[in-house]
């Protein structure tokens, strides 16, 4: 009897698993060549603003990667990712530098890479846990091999949160400077990019000494650059 309901849980163990790996690929593969309508970080922005009194707010408008000012994918990677062409979705050294700053200061720092915030932003919910980061390294390991590096920013650009119920740089672009993100110039973009880290809270318009500091740094790391080959 015990044999028997031991076989019956593996067998659906094994099937949970199957099923775990067959439905994630194939959602990876789907959105290489589709475009993520929506994530739950939006819905659930969403929800937050309902219950806040306010009207329901996804404003978010693709735009392709090559119609995206060159400014701003180079903002995106002086601000979030340095190395974003060269790794292979994790920067160690990065994490390992975030890890020693946060066992000395009460104000925790990421050191994800432009390839696990995407992985985050489109595939999972938000929140922290040990669980949620395995298996976020486990969806930056499969865009990055299903993914080129030119379709992980394309998406991250298109995702990312940028305000109180904006999301992606076109949408920014047009709700901070009213244009197009194909024609950000490379202080736009950088002023854009310096408030990823908590776009609820700052603005690229109105910035606190703070967030100009960024900035600044911002378009610094952009000169420092060299060729960004997608």
């Known amino acids: 009897m015990k044999s028997g309901l031991?076989?019956?849980i593996l067998r659906i163990v094994k099937l949970v698993v199957i099923l775990f790996f067959g439905i994630s690929i194939f959602w990876v593969i789907f959105y290489r060549f589709v475009n993520p309508p929506v994530t739950w970080l939006m819905i659930t922005r969403g929800f937050e603003r309902k219950s806040a009194g306010k009207d329901w707010k996804i404003d978010k408008q693709w735009i392709d990667f090559d119609d995206i000012a060159d400014p701003m994918k180079r903002a995106a990677?002086?601000?979030?990712d340095q190395k974003f062409l060269d790794h292979f979705g994790f920067d160690f050294k990065a994490m390992e530098k975030a890890i020693d700053k946060n066992a000395h200061s009460h104000k925790l720092i990421g050191g994800s890479t432009i390839s696990q915030q995407t992985?985050?932003?489109v595939f999972l919910w938000p929140g922290r846990s040990y669980i949620?980061?395995?298996i976020e390294a486990y969806f930056t390991l499969l865009?990055?091999?299903f993914w080129s590096k030119k379709r992980i920013m394309e998406v991250y650009l298109n995702e990312i949160e940028m305000g109180d119920g904006v999301y992606g740089v076109e949408a920014a672009s047009e709700t901070y400077y009213h244009k197009s993100a194909s024609n950000l110039t490379r202080h736009e973009a950088a002023a854009i990019a310096s408030i990823w880290p908590d776009p609820l809270k700052w603005s690229p318009t109105n910035p606190s000494d703070y967030v100009r500091?960024?900035?600044y740094l911002i378009r610094k790391n952009m000169r420092r650059l060299g060729p960004l080959d997608f």
Not at 77 to 80: N, T
């Open 6 to 8: 031991l076989k019956l």
């Open 132 to 134: 949620r980061k395995g």
């Open 119 to 121: 992985a985050k932003n």
């Open 213 to 215: 500091h960024r900035q």
């Open 143 to 145: 865009i990055e091999i």
């Open 77 to 80: 990677v002086a601000a979030e």
